[in-house]
């Protein structure tokens, strides 16, 4: 609870994702990762963020650790304009 207070003290808004990329890449305007450990779980206000982002154009996904989320960044740098099918891989990837 002692964490909960002191990041609710630095301004960080429940269900916001871990890390946001402003950079345009293809058909998104950016990136958000939620950042999970191994076997996490997403709350329904993370499950929220991570839909509406969605929804408005962006990239959004878990990843399970840091490795996990430099490959998708990386995966996600390289995106062209069009490229709806490399997303579908880096899903696919990532189950």
Not at 26 to 53: A, C, D, N, P, R
Not at 60 to 87: H, Q
């Amino acid at each position: 609870m002692i964490e909960a207070a002191r990041m609710k003290r630095e301004g960080v808004k429940a269900g916001v994702s871990d890390v946001f990329l402003p950079v345009a890449r293809g058909e998104f305007h950016g990136m958000y990762i939620e950042l999970k450990v191994k076997g996490g779980k997403t709350s329904s206000s993370q499950e929220w963020w991570i839909t509406e982002t969605t929804k408005q154009g962006y990239f959004s996904t878990v990843c399970f650790g840091w490795v996990e989320a430099s490959e998708v960044i990386k995966k996600y740098l390289v995106i062209r304009a069009n490229s709806l099918i490399l997303i579908a891989i880096i899903a696919l990837n990532l189950k």
